[in-house]
């Protein structure tokens, strides 16, 4: 499906831009973070995109172990 093929590209995205765990898992925690802000400052759209950026690179993360 289109939405699938979209996510593929998005992880293989999210690939290349961190080479190592430790950069990947810091931009998950900097994203967790820019959600819950979003979240508290009642801009409930941005934090659902956040939320959807950090689930894709923890599909990613996973993926490397």
Known sequence: ??????EMALVA???A???TPGELNKKI????????KAAADLDFEKAAETRDQMLLLEKHELALR
């Open 1 to 6: 499906t289109r939405d699938s093929d979209v």
């Open 13 to 15: 995205e999210a690939a």
């Open 17 to 19: 831009e961190y080479r």
């Open 29 to 36: 925690a900097e994203l967790k973070q820019e959600m819950l």
